[in-house]
């Protein structure tokens, strides 16, 4: 009986063995298949992992390009602004202009006009000269082709001029022009207090008087050596000094 039992659980055994290696293999074949399904499923989850960094990239990439656009446009919105603020402050300084000019003008000709009246009251020192510097001027006032701004600057390089003869030295040959008869001459102007003159080829000097409005003749040697030392500081012939000029027959200045 037990010999039975035993070659009936040997039959069982042999019968089940087979049953057993096909459900092993089945079940390594569904493992075989989980594992390429998850195999599969990393990859698209890999897949799906990469486009979303690389979307959340361009995200930021986009996002930053917007900031610097915006940036953009608020500094070009204050240009703008900042550019039409100049822009009315041009056309206001246009319309002054024209206000300005509409003044400046007549102002201009009063000027030249008060110029040629001192270059006439003053001292006769270049005198050829400085109206020929004044009619210049006239000339030059109703010049289409000349700016209101070189108008301006002319009359006030004039003026200048004139200023700069009350603080200076010079010495210059022009005609002398006495009742009697015209001369050749030596002038030394100093300033605007004295001008003086030594006729060429002769000893003979003299001031201009400016009280009377006329030529006095000095005949005091002295007065030669006075106006000769000073045609040469004038000139620059010898180093400066001191030196005496004339204001009136009693009354000598030195300098």
């Known amino acids: 009986m037990a010999r039975w039992y035993t070659t009936t659980i040997l039959t069982m ?3 089940a063995a087979p049953v057993a290696q096909a459900q092993l293999e089945e079940i390594e074949q569904e493992g075989a298949q989980r594992t390429a399904a998850g195999q599969a499923v990393q990859k698209k989850v890999d897949s799906l992992h990469a486009n979303t960094r690389d979307t959340v990239d361009d995200y930021y990439a986009h996002l930053k390009l917007v900031q610097g656009l915006r940036m953009y446009n608020r500094m070009l919105k204050q240009q703008l602004d900042a550019q039409d603020e100049e822009i009315g402050l041009l056309q206001t300084s246009i319309a002054d202009v024209a206000t ?3 003044q400046i003008l007549p102002l201009m000709s009063r000027m030249i006009d008060g110029l040629d009246q001192f270059v006439t009251l003053d001292v ?3 005198v050829e000269e400085r109206h020929k510097r004044v009619n210049g001027l006239r000339m030059l006032l109703p010049r289409a082709d000349v700016t209101v701004a070189e ?10 001029i004139e200023n ?3 603080r200076t030295i010079e010495a210059y040959k022009a005609k002398l022009e006495l009742p009697d008869a015209s001369f050749d001459a030596d002038f ?3 300033g ?7 006729i060429v080829g002769s000893e003979d000097v003299g001031y201009w008087d400016n009280a009377n409005q006329q030529w006095v003749p000095l005949s005091s040697g002295r007065w030669r050596r006075y106006i000769n030392q000073g045609l040469k500081v004038a000139r620059q012939e010898v180093a400066p000094e001191l030196i005496s000029i004339a204001l009136d027959s009693n009354q000598e200045v030195r300098r």
């Not at 108008?151 to 200048?160: D, L």
């Not at 605007?192 to 030594?198: K, V």
Request: charged share 30%; aromatic share 12%.
């Open 13 to 15: 055994m042999v019968l």
């Open 100 to 102: 300005i000019e509409r």
């Open 124 to 126: 006769p020192f270049l």
């Open 151 to 160: 108008k301006t600057r002319r009359v006030m390089e004039a003026y200048q």
């Open 164 to 166: 700069d003869y009350g």
């Open 188 to 190: 030394l102007r100093v």
């Open 192 to 198: 605007r207090i004295a001008l003086m003159y030594r």
